[in-house]
């Protein structure tokens, strides 16, 4: 079994930053690809961004491309979000997700993902 822990979320400013951290743990968490994604209440739930398991290949939802930028360190297990100028519209429930495939060499936000963390809310107002 696969664990995740989102952490690092809070309140913040109109063009402030954040920085979310995904801690996984189980079996072989370096295996699978990694996927953030964020909900508000009474939304529809969104792919914000995802990581291949080499950390070679990422994806963005055009809404934050060239504001947030997905990494990862597998010696850590840990997978961050680190957003930037931030926008009242950023503001939900941001939970990370995954699913197993250590081959693949890009991410899709549009397929199934297996194992979710609890999420950590991102709130962005003055």
């Known amino acids: 079994q696969l664990q995740l822990v989102e952490s690092g979320g809070g309140l913040v400013q109109p063009g402030g930053s954040l920085r979310l951290s995904c801690a996984a743990s189980?079996?072989?968490?370096?295996?699978?690809?990694i996927g953030w994604f964020r909900q508000v209440s009474g939304k529809e739930r969104e792919g914000v961004s995802c990581?291949?398991?080499?950390?070679?290949?990422?994806n963005y939802v055009d809404s934050v491309r060239g504001r947030f930028t997905i990494s990862r360190d597998n010696a850590k297990n840990t997978v961050y979000l680190q957003m930037n100028s931030l926008k009242p519209e950023d503001t939900a429930v941001y939970y990370c997700?995954?699913?197993?495939?250590?081959?693949?060499?890009?991410?899709?936000?549009?397929?199934?993902?297996?194992?979710w963390g609890q999420g950590t809310q991102v709130t962005v107002s003055s």
């Open positions: 997700a995954a699913f197993w495939n250590r081959y693949t060499s890009i991410c899709s936000l549009l397929v199934h993902y297996d194992f």
């Open positions: 990581i291949t398991s080499s950390g070679g290949g990422t």
């Open positions: 189980g079996v072989t968490p370096g295996n699978y690809v």
